[in-house]
């Protein structure tokens, strides 16, 4: 069959890869210039760089790390490792409860794209038909190329084509990438954070094949501090954002030489539905929000999108 799929984020990286393998022909669209979609590492170009300071400047804005439960993904997941696509991330994650850090004690293991979270998106993106800024606006003209259309949005963006999409709230999410001059004084590596607007901060660095000689952290406000202030101007946001990192850091913060801020308009589902991928006749919905909140979730949507079919 000839089959177009909407949307180069990993549900519909994943999906094109199972329907190659399967052997159909495959072409997928994809609005942004590179692959990943809420996979995301962002280097920063031409930029001047403190003195005593070298190399790239670089943040994973978007997925932070992933876990690997499902037989499906260990067994891709593992190719990775080999191919050194991924690593895994030893770093010391705190939670904080309002008042004091405490190690997180869990035996998940977390893993991270190298040199960067968007490494995953372009393995699984080698070798596809993927055309790159190349927004879908309608279906009709897709549905007359070809057999078979996989949407592997997010849902408002796949309601925004005319399909008909189960209502599910996707929460929005307010990220400040943030470098500074010297070390922040902090004792661990991420933290998962209460009590603040703040719900996670990770210094990006300490990632395995990041560049550790700049001192660069992703900070990402909770879901609900995002919603309530969906609308405020970003530089706002940042300020603020950074004042309540400061607040988590009782030795203060060194000076930021590079702070940027990105709003994530759909960012987690909440909650997810739990279906896996939805067909509806020559249509079929994958993504996350399908059947989780997570990497791994988004890839098998996809896979089961492909299986659908
Ligand atoms: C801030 C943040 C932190 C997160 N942290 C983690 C984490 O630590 N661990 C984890 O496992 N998960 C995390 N997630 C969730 C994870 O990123 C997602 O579950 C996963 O990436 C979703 O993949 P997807 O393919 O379903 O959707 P997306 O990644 O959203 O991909 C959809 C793609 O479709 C494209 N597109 C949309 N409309 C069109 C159109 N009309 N035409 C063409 N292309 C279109 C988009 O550009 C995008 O590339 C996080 C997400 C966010 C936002």
């Not at 929460?171 to 400040?176: E, G, I, K, L, S």
């Not at 210094?203 to 952290?217: A, E, G, L, V, Y």
């Not at 249509?283 to 929000?289: A, K, P, R, S, V």
């Amino acid at each position: 069959m000839n089959i177009a799929v909407i949307g180069a984020g990993i549900a519909g990286l994943s999906a094109a890869r199972a329907l190659v393998d399967r052997g159909h022909t495959v072409k997928v669209f994809e609005r942004g210039r590179v692959a990943g979609g809420r996979v995301a590492t962002r280097v920063i170009q031409a930029i001047e760089l403190p003195r005593g300071l070298s190399g790239d400047v670089a943040f994973d804005y978007g997925a932070q790390y992933f876990t690997v439960r499902d037989d499906r993904f260990s067994a891709l997941a593992a190719e990775w490792e080999r191919d050194k696509v991924l690593a895994k991330w030893a770093g010391r994650i705190v939670s904080f409860d309002g008042e004091g850090w405490e190690d997180v004690e869990d035996t998940t293991s977390r893993y991270v794209g190298t040199p960067g979270m968007s490494a995953i998106a372009d393995a699984l993106a080698r070798g596809l038909d993927i055309e790159y800024g190349s927004k879908v606006e309608a279906l009709a003209p897709l549905l007359n190329d070809f057999d078979r259309v996989i949407v592997a949005t997010p849902p408002d963006q796949a309601a925004a084509l005319g399909v008909t999409v189960p209502v599910v709230t996707m929460m929005p999410n307010w990220t400040v990438m943030a470098a500074f001059e010297d070390r922040v004084a902090a004792r661990f590596d991420a933290a998962f954070v209460n009590g603040s607007p703040l719900g996670w901060i990770a210094r990006n660095t300490s990632k395995p094949k990041r560049n550790w000689k700049i001192d660069c952290w992703v900070l990402q406000a909770t879901s609900a501090w995002s919603r309530a202030h969906s609308a405020d101007r970003s530089d706002d946001v940042g300020s603020f954002l950074m004042e309540a990192f400061d607040d988590l850091i009782p030795a203060g913060l060194p000076k930021a030489f590079f702070a940027s801020v990105h709003r994530w308009k759909s960012a987690t589902a909440d909650p997810p539905l739990a279906a896996g991928a939805i067909q509806n006749d020559r249509i079929t919905l994958c993504g996350d929000w399908c059947k989780g909140s997570r990497i791994e979730d988004a890839y098998l949507s996809g896979i089961e999108a492909a299986t659908l079919l």
